[in-house]
């Protein structure tokens, strides 16, 4: 069997100033938006009736819910930057600079801000990141920086923790 690629980075992996472009992309589809509403309890009819949208808005079709948006965002952020996280800690200044629609594919990156070694626990640090999405056509549709806290490579390991060992069958 071939060695396991690493998940995820530790505290020492962060440096001031990297971007990440993040590999997975997803276009948002009618059935993904509606789901996400219903899930939501979001009823707006700017998001789930198009009759509604195209005579009595100003984009003339449904627009994705924000939330999703913002949620696709930082799901296709977490292998680059928190898929070791011990804590989300904070989102701050969240915005939606540009609509989203139905058939919108979104992209995102994430620049680091700021790298800090914990003052009280030498095994773990905070780090402060902004991510934008942007569509298909380069339009930044949604931007928000985040902390998490994050373990550093010695204290964490390369264990999978809460993954079972396999049981092999008697033959």
């Given at each position: 069997m071939?060695?396991?690629?690493?998940?995820?980075?530790?505290?020492?992996d962060f440096k001031v100033g990297d971007v990440y472009k993040h590999r997975l992309s997803k276009t948002i589809t009618e059935s993904d938006d509606h789901l996400f509403c219903m899930i939501t309890m979001n009823h707006h009819p700017l998001h789930t009736n198009a009759h509604?949208?195209?005579?009595?808005?100003?984009?003339?079709?449904?627009?994705?819910?924000?939330?999703?948006?913002?949620?696709?965002?930082?799901?296709i952020s977490v292998p680059d930057v928190s898929a070791r996280a011990i804590a989300n800690l904070e989102i701050e200044s969240l915005k939606h600079p540009a609509p989203v629609f139905h058939g919108d594919t979104i992209y995102a990156e994430t620049e680091v801000l700021e790298v800090a070694p914990s003052k009280s626990k030498p095994d773990r640090g905070i780090v402060k990141v902004r991510t934008i999405a942007y569509n298909q056509d380069g339009v930044v549709v949604c931007e928000f920086a985040r902390k998490v806290m994050i373990p550093t490579r010695e204290s964490a390991g390369d264990e999978q923790l809460g993954r079972p060992e396999p049981k092999l069958s008697a033959e």
């Open positions: 071939g060695a396991e690629l690493p998940f995820g980075r530790y505290l020492e509604y949208a195209e005579t009595s808005t100003q984009f003339k079709r449904n627009v994705v819910v924000g939330n999703l948006v913002y949620s696709l965002a930082l799901g």
